[in-house]
């Protein structure tokens, strides 16, 4: 669950709480997740998040993540990733709007999409959440922990404090 091979990592990769999100670019309660988790990450320095891609809305939910993944050979991924995410719902042509306006090289950036990288980390996001029986986003595993559903910032805060606390 929390092997990075197949993805990056936000926030302090060597953070004392490992947050694991599956999501959907698509998912309007991801979408507001987002921006709780990216507030925490800014906050609290001891917060490492790792993004699962986990398309199961619809097809430009898809190549959403496909160029989300993709863009990790050109080093944008924690930008292109928020910036997805801050947006309404996504057709390609937003999606490819996006990368442009942050300068990804478009071309290479649609090679990657259908790599071998890309396409196992989707399928090994799906083959995870069948095996932990969950079908909806978002999931998030904290600290081996499953959450199911929109964690409010709140919340989220809530349970990294009680984390820490169980470990003093």
């Known amino acids: 669950m929390t092997d990075t091979k197949d993805t990056v990592v936000i926030g302090n990769p060597a953070g004392d709480i490992t947050i694991v999100e599956f999501f959907d670019y698509n998912c309007p309660y991801c979408k507001t997740a987002a921006k ?19 398309p199961i809305l619809n097809n430009n939910s898809v190549i959403a993540a496909k160029a989300a993944l993709a863009s990790i050979v050109q080093g944008k991924y924690k930008e292109f990733h928020w910036r997805l995410m801050k947006e309404g719902s996504l057709s390609d042509k937003k999606i490819f709007e996006i990368a442009k306006s942050l300068q990804i090289d478009i071309p290479s950036l649609k090679k990657n999409m259908e790599s071998e990288f890309v396409i196992n980390h989707i399928a090994k996001s799906t083959a995870l959440a069948r095996r932990i029986g969950f079908s909806g986003t978002p999931l998030f595993i904290i600290e081996s922990k499953f959450f199911p559903g929109f964690l409010p910032l709140e919340e989220l805060e809530l349970i990294i404090s009680d984390i820490r606390e169980s470990r003093m």
């Open 36 to 54: 709780d988790l990216q507030d925490l990450i800014s906050t609290d320095e001891n917060i490492k998040f790792i993004p699962r891609e986990w």
